[in-house]
């Protein structure tokens, strides 16, 4: 367990744009946190709705607010970057302005982290919708640090806005400001400190709820979202692996692909398998193969989904194997379940 301060300030970064009216929810819910030595960092990143002067109004009642209005639209990853700067504690949790998080989050997290020697640990989480009705749960897939590095190779490892981490992590990794990050800002740091041998891990307790926002900036820039995360990935697998690899290769195992033909999904698989085969030679203990069915789950429900008839029929076969191969498997049908 790492020693340090037993109970140390962390900064609750919120970066809020045109927040309202989900804003004061968000806001209650770290307040009334179990853990207290929090200064909240909220930043208002030039909006032009009523967020400013709810946060005003909330930093004078509760002293551990430190609200900072941005004189124009920086954006999340310079607001980001900025907000590490800025902030007093020596680690750093995150928040969206439109989600809730549980009372307990912060306390469990920090001492999750704590305990396991972690660099950032994330939690699991349920949906909301706009009105804040639950309306499901997420599957989490991967827990470990070993098990969070084979699953960076497929998708985003861990959540962004549910994080706790050592703020001279963040210092000493600023977000990226190139192109190729923007609004895949997570994956492009989660991916730069895996390869750092920095230690990633998820914590199965659903802690915090996202809100399903139809304004939300990831469903208004879902296709730079998905371009930049195949480019982020391809160089991620590219260094894992050594050599160069198809782009559209790359969009299938990540399961960022449109149309596909039968002999790129073998491809794409035979690729998931040569990375399973190579992170096993590494991490002989971990149950990296669990992660490799989920995978190509999702890919073949997607096909079925997009595909032509034959592929239809084709990723249906598939399933079926898969599914008799995980038969005995708890976690899979479990998985299946959340889909």
């Known amino acids: 367990m790492e020693r340090t301060n ?26 009334n946190q179990s853990y207290s030595n929090l200064e909240i960092l909220c930043i208002n990143d030039g909006s032009t709705d009523e967020t400013g002067e709810v946060l005003d109004q909330y930093a004078q009642k509760d002293s551990r607010i430190n609200v900072v209005h941005n004189e124009t ?41 704590l305990v396991h020697g972690a660099d950032v ?43 706790v981490g050592k703020k001279e992590v963040f210092v000493n990794n600023p977000y990226s400001l190139e192109n190729y990050a923007v609004h895949s800002e997570d994956y492009e740091l989660w991916t730069r400190l895996i390869r750092q041998n920095r230690k990633l891990i998820n ?25 930049n995360f195949v480019s982020i990935a391809q160089n991620h697998i590219e260094l894992f692996l050594k050599k160069k690899i198809k782009r559209k290769i790359i969009q299938i195992v990540v399961n960022r692909m449109d149309v596909v033909a039968k002999n790129e999904l073998k491809e794409a698989f035979a690729l998931i398998h040569e990375l399973h085969s190579k992170f096993s030679l590494e991490f002989p203990d971990v149950q990296s193969k669990e992660i490799v069915t989920f995978q190509k789950t999702d890919i073949l429900l997607q096909v079925f989904k997009k595909g032509t008839l034959y592929l239809k029929f084709w990723s249906v076969s598939q399933l079926f194997l898969i599914g008799i191969n995980s038969l005995f498997s708890r976690r899979f049908w479990q998985f299946i379940r959340s889909k």
């Open 6 to 31: 037993i109970n140390p300030l962390i900064t609750v970064v919120i970066p809020c744009y045109n927040a309202m009216p989900f804003l004061p929810a968000a806001l209650e819910s770290i307040i």
């Open 73 to 113: 639209n920086l954006r999340l990853i310079a607001t980001l970057n900025k907000a590490v700067e800025l902030a007093s504690g020596d680690y750093i949790a995150r928040m969206d302005a439109d989600d809730i998080s549980d009372i307990n989050r912060i306390k469990i997290l920090l001492n999750e982290l």
């Open 121 to 163: 640990v994330s939690c699991n989480y349920n949906f909301l919708n706009e009105a804040g009705t639950e309306i499901g749960k997420n599957f989490i897939k991967c827990i470990s640090y070993q098990e969070v590095i084979f699953a960076s190779y497929f998708f985003t490892p861990i959540g962004h806005a549910l994080i």
């Open 203 to 227: 914590v199965p307790d659903i802690l915090y709820a996202i809100r399903i926002n139809s304004q939300s900036v990831s469903r208004k820039y879902e296709a730079i979202q998905n371009e």
